[in-house]
């Protein structure tokens, strides 16, 4: 065995050491690159074994010696100098089963992470290796890895391994169940929710910590009360808006407490004590809420764990979930929502929505987390029991045993001296009798006790075991029902009784009379339906201990609403009274779920079942194991002398990401805990080590692989893979038996980096199921085609997509939407396919359901990939791809659910209305093939992105930089937004221009140079345009650090004469003429098309012609030549009338607009090499570059007589309120292609689009949208993140929600946001006069909206333009919504046409009225005027600690101070609404004086004249 020096080197020092290892080739003549060799010290027994690849050869290095980069020395304990064996190894013997990878701060898809994994096979990994893939800009980090059963260091990555994504900066939403257990004591004598809050967050935070996770936090506490009324008419009519019943009858209302919204946070411990402050007041809040004097309410009560609102809540996290694609960030990628809960894990839903819940997480893939702090019971949870609307004694309980849902128990490591035992059943609270009448109680006290001696007998004989037998039996093969079968429906608290009824036969007497035909049970549709020969194989259970049976009785023992199996009987009243319940029943044929023993039940295997198995790692038995369940294994089962007692990974695996610590972590020593179970029980539960510190910490997983390990199985443990076609009922795996002995600890991991939705999978149906259950429809591409019909219609040609590439981006758009690459169990590594993707369709597939590939020629390729009960298939063959699709023939039907509740968001004061609706998307109704044709066309008009497409986007403002508001922290109030303002409009235009130019990828063909001037120029005009005050204030003074302007080089004397006039050439243009008051139109045509003192046009540039310029330009240019009064726009209007210039389209009729708008020289030689013609086809030309018209600044290049100084709102006659309104025929939109990998880094064509405004102007929001579907998040954020620096010196970009309001009861709100009603002070005249008195009624209205657009504007608010939502007949409110100028804050004004009133609103509208405007049912009650104000939850800072104004006494929030000034000047506290009143009065006042005399003099002018 040759021994090798080892040395090691820092990576980046030197050039030729920049590898992980470093050899000298003359060592090894039969390496090569690629290979993998295996590094270890020869004596050491429990040294590692470290695995690299060579990617290089040097010469520098010495003989017999190699060199390994020295972080990866110390983490594998390789001493420098040392020698060191080192060999090749066959990849095959070292392939990896599994790899964990984190990755954090950024947005990779689902189709990034398929592409990741191609570029991952075939490499070397090792524990925490940084991963850099360049070509899509993403970093990463490898966390862990597991080969044959066991935790490894290092390993390869080959096509089978699977890949788990786990992010660290996800969007994660806590939700607390403030169930009425949340103030009762544990075994501890904790409260729950400090067990909660002390225990289990705290802890949870300071993982985070140490894992420095970045997540978006939402905190929401949420709870159910029921109220005691027999109907609606007991309730006052305040309180009927968010009532709902129960399937019992029961009145009941859900309320949200929103503690902290869309947050970040480096130390979430500083937000616990917050949750302690709203524990105190919560219960008291929510049960008084409605409350008012003089009124009697009927008494309300909070629900338990088990009766609440569980999976309405998972709803509405999914509900914001789905929405994913609307509001993208670039800094997140994952979805996790945890509920924690001081029940068991046992609740009582309603069939319909679990059904919902059920379809809904697992097609969006979204991890639903649920931790229990109530004690872990003795039968297999979660556990969901469906409302049973069936009120017969005789009818069976339904339970269900969701896979989907991650449970984890959480127990404290208190320790109590004199008892280590953990009781598992919660008893019933022992409740005193005053409630009850004093006789019922006693005849139930006899009831209770008049059992008969000889019963107890029999009870102790009584077989439970042979009675479950009978009830959870299957039914008998070819049976339709079997009356036969005894069904108990509730378990009873005297068995005696029980026992009597069952012997002397009396169960005839209590058959139900009519028996329902026809059950509305869709059960959960996993479970098998039709004849039990598959519910009868048994599963072949170890008998080495007994699984607790259902006979334990304390279990069955009933508690007014219960969180045990057993309901309260019939009603709280009769909780001591028996019921005998034993009827035949008839069922349809289906055994019932006995959550005592589930395994009794196999289900059939679906996609469904294995949509997440791909996360968990395989344990040493050959079984997906979940790292949070441990298990107690009797000794007997490990063949002695193979393994000492020494702590193996046996079906379980400790997840904790900090499991350096000891065992004390868990409630108790395992070893005592499990002692009780057998005399030789040892718990498995391996330690792993998560953090490369490595010191003293163990890292038991770093000693060699053990080959022995597979010998070591114990015979009997039962082996259900994917294989096998069935899969227990229980667990998120289906493939761990459930058994009494399992402890379910907190599975940390998923809490702190939770995992991405798997991209592999491996069910395929097989040839039968295929044949019989799914329709099959298949169409062909051709993308060669295809896109030669298109390159000769497209007015611009773009390197089309090669029919490869079009293959890989449509498998690309189904695994973003969701699909997964279904993958084969045992399958030939397929050469050249690109990573996973498994051949061979349904002919293939033999009935075990693996997908055997066939061995493919190069050209050819299939993907299978499956989303719910849809396959596709996608092959390729030369140059044709085949779409294959598989749809159930009988798919669910759509269920909607309409839920209402009440919610209270931060700096809300009231407990709001909202409402909700749940659906389930009808997945097969999304249209491939027009999404296939988009890809195939690259984006063609023909085929837009539509909504229904799910296309992800990203939507900007661009505001203007305000230097004011650092000044409103040093101010007492937030009006300081000034209407007469210095003008710095032009460099906030000249800023978009070059914005825009950058946009659309365009250069000059001269460089331009910075402006001579520094100071800035202060204009008497208050350009006060519209009444939107160019908010732009202080113009700062312009640096000369080569910030590009628009000026050409110009000769020296030119730029010397232009000096003299400085404010002249104030647009930067050299003056080196000045045009007589009489020069013709063709000399100033002549003077702009100069080469270097001309207007200046653009490179050559494809599909735009030769000699391009911007109107824009043009204008500037011209104002500072023309000293007449001749207008810039006219003149080139003549121009474009005399063709002499013409739209860049090569368009004539369309006139000239000021702008941002293309124009090129007409008269060019058309043999010059660099001519380019113009399209001459308008709409191609629109599609391809972005044209903004500008509005509202013609000041700046034509002198205007000065706007009056009146507010809008007393004007005579009111300016309208933007741009749409008097240019009503334009779209407020246009679209245009984006080209996204500007610095061609991507590996992939990417393109997307741009949607903006079709109108820039000053003191408005500018809306920029960039859309995509064939793009890499990075790439993306790449772009945008240029486009911001781009925009940097005077305006500036802010993301903006799809929805900023997010106001209840609308299509796409997040259910859990909402906006703040800040009611507008109407009565502050004297004597109670009303406003606008002195004008015409019909202008009253928009007269109070222009007052309230003057206020938002004195607090510096900017209009943004939206498209109208609503047809134009109807009479509906006007909405109006503004931004404020840093981007922090909305607000909204709603105006009714005629008199504030909204006559016959929609059900949303008046839902919205009432729940937004504090109202009752009667919607025309004159509304309240008021504003309403909502936070930008994008702005991806930590979004209030960023802004915290230090020098503030208290440290007050700019945000929230700006709030609490809007909220006192409406309320006009301090007079300020009448000062502000008064002042417009006065300037409207002085305005008339002036006018007065104007006119005046103009008369007495006329006088003179006339005589």
Not at 142 to 153: F, I, L, T
Request: with cysteine; hydrophobic share 35%; glycine share 4%.
């Amino acid at each position: 065995m040759k021994l090798y020096k080892l040395n090691t080197h820092t990576r980046g020092c030197n050039k030729s050491y920049d590898a992980d290892l470093v050899m000298n080739l003359k060592d090894h003549p039969n390496a090569n690159v690629g290979d993998v060799v295996e590094i270890y010290v020869p004596d050491d027994e429990n040294g590692t074994h470290l695995l690299l690849q060579i990617t290089e050869f040097s010469g520098s290095c010495g003989r017999d010696v190699i060199s390994i980069e020295s972080g990866i020395a110390v983490a594998f304990k390789l001493r420098p100098y040392s020698n060191v064996v080192m060999r090749i190894v066959n990849p095959a013997d070292v392939a990896l089963d599994s790899i964990e990878i984190t990755f954090k701060d950024q947005y990779m898809g689902r189709s990034e992470m398929w592409r990741l994994k191609t570029y991952l096979t075939d490499t070397c990994v090792y524990v925490n290796k940084k991963i850099d893939y360049n070509d899509m800009q993403i970093r990463c980090q490898v966390y862990e890895m597991w080969s044959q059963g066991e935790r490894v260091a290092s390993g390869v990555i080959t096509d089978d391994t699977k890949i788990v994504f786990r992010s660290s900066t996800s969007m994660v939403y806590l939700f607390l169940q403030m169930s009425s257990e949340m103030w009762d004591f544990d075994i501890h004598g904790d409260l729950y929710f400090e067990k909660a809050v002390n225990g289990f967050l705290t802890e949870l935070f300071q993982k985070w910590k140490k894992l420095s996770c970045n997540h978006e936090v939402t905190i929401v506490l949420f709870s159910r009360t029921f109220y005691a009324a027999k109907s609606l008419d007991e309730f006052p009519e305040h309180m009927r808006d968010c009532l709902q019943l129960d399937y019992k009858g029961r009145f009941y209302e859900d309320f949200y407490r929103v503690a902290i919204q869309n947050e970040r946070n480096d130390d979430w411990c500083t937000v616990l004590g917050q949750l302690r402050k709203l524990f105190t007041s919560y219960q008291e809040t929510v049960l008084r809420y409605h409350e008012r004097q003089h009124m009697k309410i009927p008494p309300a009560t909070n629900s338990t764990a088990t009766q609440g609102n569980f999976l309405e809540v998972l709803n509405i996290s999914l509900n914001t979930f789905e929405k994913h694609y609307l509001d993208r960030t670039f800094d997140r990628t994952g979805q996790l929502s945890v509920v924690i809960t001081p029940g068991v894990g046992v609740f009582s839903v309603d069939r319909e929505l679990t059904n919902i819940t059920k379809q809904r997480i697992i097609d969006n893939g979204v991890g639903s987390d649920l931790v229990c702090v109530g004690e872990q019971p003795l039968h297999a949870v979660p556990l969901l029991k469906f409302h049973n609307k069936d009120t017969t004694l005789t009818s069976a309980d339904d339970y269900s045993l969701p896979h989907w849902i991650n449970l984890s128990f959480y127990s404290t490591n208190k320790k109590i001296a004199y008892s280590s035992f953990i009781p598992r059943i919660k008893l019933p609270l022992f409740v005193s009798d005053q409630a009850l009448n004093a006789d019922e109680g006693e005849e139930n006290e006899r009831n209770f006790l008049s059992c008969k001696q000889s019963e107890y007998k029999h009870n102790s004989l009584f077989d439970y075991d042979a009675y479950d037998e009978q009830i959870f039996q299957p039914l008998p093969a070819q049976s339709t029902c079997s009356l036969q079968r005894v069904v108990r429906a509730k378990k009873t608290s005297v068995p005696s009784l029980e026992t009597y009824a069952y012997r002397n036969n009396d169960w005839e007497n209590l058959t139900p009379t009519q028996i329902p035909a026809m059950r509305r049970k869709m059960s959960d549709p996993d479970i098998h339906h039709g004849t039990s020969a598959m519910l009868a194989a048994l599963v072949c259970r170890s008998k080495d201990f007994l699984p607790i049976k259902s006979c334990n009785l304390y279990s069955t023992l009933p508690q007014p609403d219960t969180t045990n199996l057993s309901e309260s009987l019939a009603s709280e009243k009769n909780s001591r009274r028996t019921i005998v319940s034993i009827a035949p029943i008839v069922r349809p044929g289906r055994a019932l779920i006995n959550p005592f023993d589930p395994s009794q039940v196999t289900i059939k295997l679906t996609s469904n079942r294995r949509r997440w198995t791909h996360i968990f790692p395989k344990g040493p038995t050959g079984v997906l194991i979940q790292q949070h369940h441990y298990q107690a294994v009797p000794a007997k089962i490990v063949p002695a002398g193979q393994r000492p007692l020494q702590q193996i990974p046996n079906n379980s695996q400790s997840s904790t990401t900090n499991n350096n610590e000891t065992e004390t972590e868990y409630s108790c020593d395992p070893e005592e805990q499990y002692d009780q179970l057998s005399t030789h029980s040892m718990l498995s539960k391996s330690v792993s080590s998560h953090s490369f510190v490595m010191g003293d910490e163990k890292i038991d997983f770093f000693k060699r692989r053990q080959n022995s390990l597979l010998n070591a199985l114990p015979a009997n443990v039962p082996n259900l893979t994917a294989t096998q076609a069935k899969s227990y009922l229980w667990g998120a795996t289906g493939e761990q038996e459930w058994t009494p002995a399992i402890t379910t600890g907190v599975d940390w991991k998923s809490l702190t980096i939770p995992a991405c939705l798997p991209i592999t999978t491996d069910y395929f149906p097989d040839k039968r199921s295929l044949h019989n259950d799914y329709v099959i429809s298949d169409y062909t591409l051709l993308p060669d085609d295809v896109n030669h019909d298109y390159a000769q219609s497209r007015a611009i040609y773009r390197k089309p997509l090669s029919t490869e590439e079009v293959c890989k981006e449509i498998v690309s758009q189904r695994l973003a939407q969701g699909f997964q690459l279904i993958v084969g169990e045992e399958r030939p590594s397929v050469g050249g396919s690109g990573g996973a993707c498994s051949v061979g369709g349904p002919t293939a597939v033999p009935a075990t359901s693996a997908v055997l590939p066939v061995k493919p020629s190069e050209s050819n390729k299939e993907y299978l990939l499956s989303i719910g009960r849809i396959f596709h298939k996608i092959s390729l063959s030369g140059s044709v791809i085949t779409v294959t699709g598989y749809r159930p023939r009988h798919p669910y039907p759509p269920i909607n659910v309409d839920y209402r509740y009440r919610f209270h968001a931060p700096q809300h004061e009231t407990y709001e209305i909202s409402g909700v609706n749940f659906t389930t998307e009808k997945l097969e109704n999304f249209n491939w093939n027009h999404m296939d044709l988009y890809i195939c066309t690259r984006g063609d008009v023909d085929y837009p992105l539509m909504e229904s497409l799910k296309y992800w986007r990203y939507r900007m403002y661009l505001l203007p930089r305000e230097n004011i508001v650092s000044k409103i922290a040093s101010c007492q109030r937030c009006d300081i937004f000034p209407d007469v303002t210095v003008d710095n409009t032009s460099e906030q235009v000249d800023d978009f221009v070059r914005l825009i130019e950058a946009v659309s990828k365009l250069k000059r063909q001269f460089v331009r140079k910075a402006r001579q001037h520094d100071t800035p120029r202060i204009t008497e005009k208050h350009h006060n345009l519209l009444n939107s005050p160019q908010q732009s204030i202080n113009a700062r003074p312009k640096l000369d650090n080569g910030r590009i302007s628009r000026i050409f080089p110009a000769t020296d004397a030119a730029a010397a004469a232009g000096l003299a006039a400085r404010d002249d050439q104030d647009d930067g243009f050299p003056v080196d003429i000045k045009f007589s008051p009489n020069a013709t139109l063709l000399e100033i045509f002549d003077a702009m098309k100069h080469p270097v003192n001309g207007v200046g046009y653009f490179s050559q540039t494809q599909s735009l012609p030769s000699c391009t310029f911007l109107s824009y330009d043009a204008l500037m240019w011209l104002k500072t030549r023309l000293n007449n009064g001749r207008h810039p726009l006219e003149l080139l209007e003549a121009m474009r009338k005399e063709r002499m210039i013409c739209h860049a389209s090569g368009d004539w009729t369309k006139p000239v607009v000021a702008g941002f708008v293309f124009y090129y020289v007409v008269q060019q030689d058309k043999n010059a090499k660099d001519y380019a013609p113009p399209l001459n086809d308008y709409c191609a030309f629109v599609n391809e570059w972005l044209e903004i018209e500008f509005q509202g600044c013609s000041f700046l290049w034509h002198d205007e007589p000065v706007i009056t100084p009146v507010p809008n709102f007393l004007r005579d006659s009111p300016a309208p309120q933007s741009w749409t309104d008097y240019c009503s025929n334009k779209r407020v939109y246009r679209q245009s292609h984006l080209e996204i990998d500007v610095n061609q880094k991507s590996d992939r064509m990417e393109w997307g689009h741009v949607k903006h405004h079709t109108v820039l102007q000053p003191g408005f929001a500018f809306e920029i949208v960039v859309e995509w579907v064939t793009s890499s998040g990075p790439i993306v954020s790449d772009l945008i993140g240029g486009w911001m620096r781009k925009a940097n010196q005077f305006n500036f970009l802010v993301s903006v929600p799809a929805d900023p309001m997010a106001e209840p009861f609308t299509k796409k709100s997040d259910p859990l946001r909402g906006p703040i009603f800040i009611p507008l002070c109407v009565t502050f005249l004297p004597n109670g006069a009303a406003l606008f008195d002195e004008f015409p009624e019909e202008s009253r209205s928009d007269r109070m909206l222009f007052l309230q657009e003057a206020i938002l504007a004195k607090f510096g608010f900017l209009p943004c333009v939206l498209e109208k939502k609503y047809s134009i007949g109807k009479d509906l409110p006007k909405e109006y919504q503004y931004v404020h100028c840093t981007g922090n804050m909305f607000a909204l004004i709603r105006c009714a046409t005629n008199n504030y009133q909204v006559e016959s609103p929609t059900l949303q509208e008046a839902n919205v009225t009432r729940c937004v405007y504090g109202h009752t049912n009667n919607t025309n009650v004159p509304k309240k005027v008021g504003f309403l104000w909502s936070w930008n939850h994008m702005i991806p800072n930590k979004k209030w600690k960023a802004q915290t104004i230090s020098n503030s006494a208290d440290g007050e929030l700019f945000q929230l101070k700006m709030l609490k000034d809007f909220r006192e000047f409406c309320s006009n506290s301090d007079q300020r609404l009448v000062t502000f009143w008064s002042h417009c009065q006065e300037l409207k006042r002085k305005n008339q004086t002036l006018e007065f005399n104007n006119n005046n003099n103009n008369n007495n002018n006329d006088e003179m004249k006339i005589k």
